[in-house]
């Protein structure tokens, strides 16, 4: 178990909470990450979401392993809640082991040095880190490449002169510890000379799943989105190029809606349209048969007082039935746009 703990410590190395967060929502799934979004502070949303789109893949180790460390965070914080740190720390030894414990214990206390890590590095491409980082002395590329995944970290050492490359190995080979403070004021220097490029850097993957995730949060998408954009322009436009929202589906062609209304409970359209203006409701209505129609005004008129969130959940069908087209290829977005 301690060996298999290591193990889990090593491919996590370097790798911030927030990143952690990050890809634990991506790991957990959309529906579930919007269901915890809702209970979090729009700021922390925020930022959970910018670091999604930095994601390009998760590969199966990783994946495993933040998953295990968040199973071991969640319980170890459950005993210390419960009984302070000493009896998480009795609780952990009875059930993991005094080695085990000891690290998970270790881990909760550098969760405010991991958020200063270098992880925001794996968003450069290794020639570009490498031509930022020759001429920092061989112990400080050593520390930056020690706190790099394995893969990435060999790409830029092999990008450096020979005789660079023989030192930093030489380096990172004998380094031992390296202050916590060292560290931080090492990732906070290289992220500022790196600010220009990392903000030009956006996966298209992962804004597409921030795009998703913030399609179904409903007006909170838009203040988060405002925020974005003071902070990145560019970033909260390619978000807002994936999204898909109610007024775009009001301004499909009048042929795809009809498709939509097709594949949609009757009832469901007539309370996505409860609050909706004349201008609204006539795209709809004019996109239905006489036949089809005449059930929507008989379903409409039965509607009391709707909530807003039953609102915003009937829109999230028809959205959903329309991204499904879209996805398959029924409906041509780039042909209305």
Do not use: C, W
Not at 265 to 287: C, F, H, L, S
Request: net charge negative; proline share 2%; glycine share 4%.
């Amino acid at each position: 178990m301690a060996e298999a703990n290591s193990n889990l410590h090593e491919v996590l190395k370097g790798m911030s909470m927030k990143d952690k967060v990050a890809r634990f929502f991506v790991l957990i799934g959309e529906e579930a990450t919007v269901k915890i979004f809702q209970h979090l502070p729009k700021d922390t949303v925020e930022d959970i979401s910018t670091a999604i789109t930095q994601i390009n893949s998760i590969d199966k180790e990783t994946s495993l392993a933040i998953l295990e460390e968040f199973h071991l965070y969640t319980r170890t914080k459950g005993f210390i809640s419960s009984g302070g740190y000493d009896f998480a720390r009795d609780i952990l030894y009875k059930s993991l082991g005094k080695g085990e414990a000891d690290e998970v214990l270790a881990k909760l206390s550098r969760l405010q040095l991991a958020s200063q890590s270098f992880s925001y590095l794996d968003a450069i491409n290794p020639k570009q880190l490498s031509d930022f980082i020759k001429d920092e002395s061989p112990h400080t590329i050593a520390v930056i490449l020690s706190h790099m995944d394995a893969p990435k970290s060999a790409e830029v050492l092999m990008q450096l002169e020979e005789e660079v490359r023989v030192k930093v190995t030489m380096q990172m080979a004998t380094i031992k510890d390296v202050s916590p403070d060292v560290v931080r004021t090492i990732s906070v220097v290289l992220e500022k000379k790196l600010e220009s490029l990392l903000s030009s850097i956006v996966d298209v993957g992962g804004v597409k799943v921030v795009a998703d995730m913030l399609n179904r949060l409903g007006p909170k998408s838009q203040d988060i989105l405002k925020n974005i954009n003071g902070v990145d322009t560019s970033l909260a436009t390619k978000i807002k190029e994936n999204m898909f929202v109610f007024e775009d589906l009001l301004n499909l062609e009048t042929e795809y809606v009809m498709k939509i209304l097709q594949n949609v409970d009757t009832g469901d359209v007539a309370v996505a349209m409860k609050n909706a203006p004349d201008e609204d409701m006539e795209k709809i209505t004019g996109a239905m048969s006489q036949r089809a129609r005449d059930r929507f005004k008989e379903e409409f008129e039965m509607l009391n007082k709707v909530k807003i969130k039953d609102i915003e959940a009937s829109q999230r069908k028809m959205l959903d039935v329309a991204q499904k087209m879209i996805e398959d290829g029924i409906i041509d977005r780039e042909m209305d746009e």
